[in-house]
């Protein structure tokens, strides 16, 4: 029933032990290891043996994507390049790429972190993964793959895409456990009733999903369609990867690995610490990882946190569904967009910056994106060809800068919504 | 020889149209000619008007955004082939039409075509060496 029953339901007094003994050592190994987070202590005249309660983690200065980005590509090793066995990376939507590089005894803990969630929805050692998220510098392929492996489960390492191979894939080999993204994992459940494959035809029996927001409404349709029962699971590629935190059977909050990270909740305009049950932003540090340790991460995740042992008997801190972002970022198609970026894209086009609006839907299973343009002089014409051009130039740009497909409208000027003077940049239909 | 047209952007939306020839209404401004390109999200309403400096001054006044661009306007035969003798021209130079209107006026009995052509300096000048009867921006204010 778990997959390590000493450190899922550890008591509370022996977890805090644990959790401060191992932020000394994390705080030590990056004060003496990483320029950066030297830099920092050093400014504010902190030493790693100020750290003498958990409470002490809140005088540890927060890291921010943007540090990451600065420290681009392995500016925050904290060993030597020989430690290390592998890379991943964010999309570099927003300028750089982030970068988390990992040591053999990281993978170890992505692994672990993995197979404690796999055990969660019941898995055993027999059970075939059909791992449908991608593989490549996204952490979801690999990640999923370590946790397979450290199971000792089958993996097959199918990526993402290629909807007839998975139908084939779940029919002849009679996957057990689908990983995937929620659309895609409701994409795939809709072709198989297209397809006309009956459910009796197909063995699974869970599916592992995360890397986007999703609703309980997603939530039914892919349970129906693929006759599963779902677990969503929490990472992001600056901490570690999918695994930080996953549902038990229970469905009621994902369970944070909190003897490998260690969760707060802040007030993202004040910085200052929240307690449990209080809504604010999710702040990770790691406990043990040795390549590149993470001290005070703002996620930017906007959620709460749930103290009280669990109904499954694990004691690990659980958080909620996240509700949103305390920045602007959208997650469009599990791609993350900043309205900045379509700014950009216009700018490149006309050299003006028009005002614009991006509005998403989500009319069955995958996010449309239509992005408004206020019309100006230098972007009409009295020629149907040219606005078509401009349109589809605009297209262009933003695809080139974002990565996915909008569509664009020319609208008349001052025809966009504005609240208190300010445009409204986004507005936001899929009811996350 | 050409004329100024001007071409207003529409978005597809109620009464914009109409907020558009109410505000040349009230300057004044007599529309000659006028014709609506439209798609399913916009459009782009062409006109021939009496005064382009006041209708473009009153138009961008009120939000609309207008720009002004030259057009040729031939006078045709108003019978079977009028416009065709025309269109041949074009057609054998290779010049492509971008788009067309068309009126008739009570003060003659000729059809007024409006064009705009790929290659207007081109179009000009095949025009000029052909029997076609350009109307200049004189002769549109007397209609």
């Known amino acids: 029933m778990y997959w390590n029953e000493e450190a899922e339901c550890m008591g509370k007094e022996e977890k805090e032990k644990l959790q401060l003994e191992r932020l000394q050592k994390t705080v030590k190994h990056a004060y003496e290891n990483v320029e950066f987070y030297r830099k920092r202590f050093d400014e504010i005249g902190l030493k790693p043996e100020d750290i003498k309660t958990l409470k002490d983690i809140e005088k540890i200065p927060f890291t921010t994507k943007s540090d990451l980005r600065e420290a681009y590509p392995l500016g925050l090793l904290a060993v030597p390049r020989e430690e290390i066995v592998e890379v991943h990376a964010s999309s570099g939507t927003t300028g750089k790429p982030t970068v988390t590089a990992y040591t053999q005894n990281d993978l170890d803990i992505w692994g672990e972190c993995i197979a404690r969630g796999l055990k969660m929805t019941g898995a055993e050692q027999d059970y075939i993964i059909q791992n449908a998220y991608g593989y490549g510098l996204f952490t979801g392929g690999f990640g999923i793959h370590h946790g397979g492996n450290k199971m000792g489960a089958i993996t097959i390492p199918i990526s993402a895409g290629n909807t007839q191979r998975q139908l084939d894939t779940m029919v002849d080999f009679q996957s057990d456990i689908l990983t995937c993204t929620p659309s895609y994992a409701m994409y795939l459940g809709e072709s198989r009733e297209k397809a006309g494959i009956p459910l009796e035809d197909i063995n699974l029996k869970t599916g592992i999903h995360g890397a986007e927001m999703w609703t309980d409404e997603m939530r039914k349709r892919i349970e129906a369609s693929l006759g599963i029962k ?15 935190a996953q549902e038990c059977g229970e469905q009621n909050g994902m369970h944070i690995q909190d003897d490998q990270f260690y969760p707060e909740i802040i007030n993202s305009e004040t910085g200052e610490t929240l307690d449990y049950g209080e809504k604010g932003e999710l702040v990770l540090t790691s406990l043990t990882k040795t390549g590149m340790p993470i001290l005070r991460f703002r996620t930017k995740d906007l959620t709460s946190l749930i103290g009280e042992k669990c109904e499954c008997g694990r004691t690990t801190v659980r958080m909620t569904r996240i509700t949103g972002r305390s920045d602007d970022m959208l997650k469009i198609k599990g791609v993350m967009v900043f309205p900045s970026q379509i700014e950009k894209a216009l700018l490149k086009v006309s050299g003006i910056s028009p005002n614009y609006m991006i509005h998403v839907t989500r009319p069955n299973i995958l996010d449309e994106v239509e992005v408004k343009v206020e019309a100006s002089k230098e972007l009409f014409s009295d020629e149907m060809k040219e606005m078509e051009k401009v349109e589809k130039q605009i297209q262009a740009s933003i ?8 569509d664009v409208t020319l609208c008349e000027p001052e025809s966009l919504p504005r609240s208190e003077g300010k445009a409204v940049r986004v507005i936001d239909e899929r009811n996350l | 020889m050409t004329v100024k047209q001007i071409s207003v952007f529409i978005e597809n939306k109620e009464g914009r149209i109409k907020k558009a020839i109410d505000t040349l209404a009230k300057q004044n401004i007599n529309i000659r000619a006028l014709s609506i390109a439209d798609t399913t999200k916009y459009g782009i309403l062409r006109l021939i008007v009496s005064d382009n400096q006041k209708a473009i001054e009153s138009l961008e006044e009120d939000g609309f955004i207008v720009k002004e661009n030259d057009v040729i306007i ?24 971008e788009y067309l209107y068309a009126f008739v006026s009570s003060k003659t009995d000729e059809a007024i075509v409006v064009m705009r052509l790929e290659n207007m300096e081109k179009a000009i000048s095949v025009l000029e060496n052909s029997d076609a009867k350009i109307l200049d921006s004189d002769y549109i204010k007397e209609i």
């Open chain 2, 74 to 97: 031939v006078a045709v035969p108003d019978e079977p082939n009028g416009l065709n003798s025309t269109l041949a021209i074009f057609d054998e130079k290779g010049i492509n039409l």
């Open chain 1, 230 to 244: 779902t677990y969503n699971i929490y990472g992001l590629t600056e901490v570690m990867g999918p695994g930080v």
């Open chain 1, 399 to 406: 695809r080139s800068e974002i990565g996915i497909r909008v």
